[in-house]
């Protein structure tokens, strides 16, 4: 089984940045992802690395101003966000896939395995 702790939440002005870290352990995986999930709104895709390829995949609300690099000697993926927006505003998780899953289903929160427990980020205007 695959733990995933979160930590980098926090308060942040719009047009501020923020790192998120997922730290994983306990097994191997195949593909880590971001999702966030606002008051009163269902979960959302916002990005996802492939372990090996080092593919990367963003939704387009964050595309130019999110990246997902990862550090595998520490078997951590991180979340630089730049460019903060209101909207941003969320709980953030990070999950991964255990084994390949095809493109369309990286996107479907549905297609992963396991969870963090997420971590807050709030953005002010």
């Known amino acids: 089984q695959v733990q995933l702790v979160e930590s980098g939440g926090g308060l942040v002005q719009a047009g501020g940045s923020l790192r998120l870290s997922c730290a994983a352990s306990?097994?191997?995986?195949?593909?880590m992802g971001w999702f966030r999930q606002a008051p009163g709104k269902e979960r959302e895709f916002v990005s996802a690395?492939?372990?090996?390829?080092?593919?990367?995949y963003y939704a387009d609300s964050v595309k130019g101003r999110f990246t997902i690099p990862r550090d595998n000697a520490k078997n951590t993926v991180y979340l630089q966000m730049n460019s903060l927006k209101p909207e941003d505003t969320a709980l953030y998780y990070c999950?991964?896939?255990?084994?390949?899953?095809?493109?369309?289903?990286?996107?479907?929160?549905?297609?992963?395995?396991?969870w963090g427990q997420g971590t807050q980020v709030t953005v002010s205007s």
């Open positions: 999950a991964v896939v255990r084994t390949y899953i095809v493109t369309t289903f990286i996107t479907k929160a549905t297609s992963y395995d396991y």
């Open positions: 306990g097994g191997s995986f195949n593909t």
């Open positions: 690395i492939r372990w090996i390829s080092v593919t990367t």
